[in-house]
């Protein structure tokens, strides 16, 4: 990944595919898009995704995604790779909603092998840093005591509209949750299968979907849900429940 994008502000529906849905629908799509350059390196054309989300003490985050809150964010870490390598990226992000747009906001991380499974060590030269998401988190840590809960690991292959490069669909499959409060962790007796034999597929957007794709929706009788990676890897563990003991 040459260039990080910092910025993000669009529309993002979810969906939930078996595999052979998943399949007809992929092979629908090349006809309009093409595959992320990004993904075209790999044998088996997709890429590992790897995020580490914070949480306050009582999950705030979460129950504001299972309440259905419209204006509502996150903090995440980001990487693409399990394993640890000082060329590798990696990412704060701050993610959230805003009424029905979908905002994404990061930062690289300057990082060494010495630090990296210490998150706040990790993040402690973004301190001083004029970076608004920096401040923004730096922020959280203190008043709202956030700290890393859960791991999410994905496969994702990645497509983009020949015609309009906004108009993008990702397919997240392979998900795994970890609770761990480290980016690296050595010990995955936590780690957890999600939703096995589904792939999530996003549709992301700025202004409007393609014609062309509202026939393949109609076609596949394809219906939005509302899922989060990160809810979905917590209600996995026993994180939730105890909290509601």
Known sequence: MSKIQ?????????????????KDIEKELSYFMQLDPFVEQFENKKYLVRSLYFDDPVYSFYYEKVDGLLHRQKFRIRT???????????????KGRYNNFVYKHRMGIEHNSEDINDVF?????????ENPVAK??????????IKPVMLIDYQRRAYQSKYDYEFRITFDGE?????????FPKDDLYRRKLIDGYTIMEVKFRKHVPPWFHRIMIKYQLNRVSISKYCTGMESTSLIEDLND
């Open 6 to 22: 910092e910025h993000f502000l669009r529309y993002e529906f979810k969906y939930i595919l078996d595999d052979e849905k998943r």
């Open 80 to 94: 693409y790779s399990t394993e640890y390598n000082e060329n590798i990226p990696i990412m704060l992000e701050l």
């Open 121 to 129: 060590q990790l993040l402690k030269p973004l301190y001083n840093s």
């Open 136 to 145: 923004q988190f730096v922020y959280d840590k203190y008043r709202k005591n």
């Open 175 to 183: 998900l795994y949750g970890i609770q761990t409060t480290k980016l």
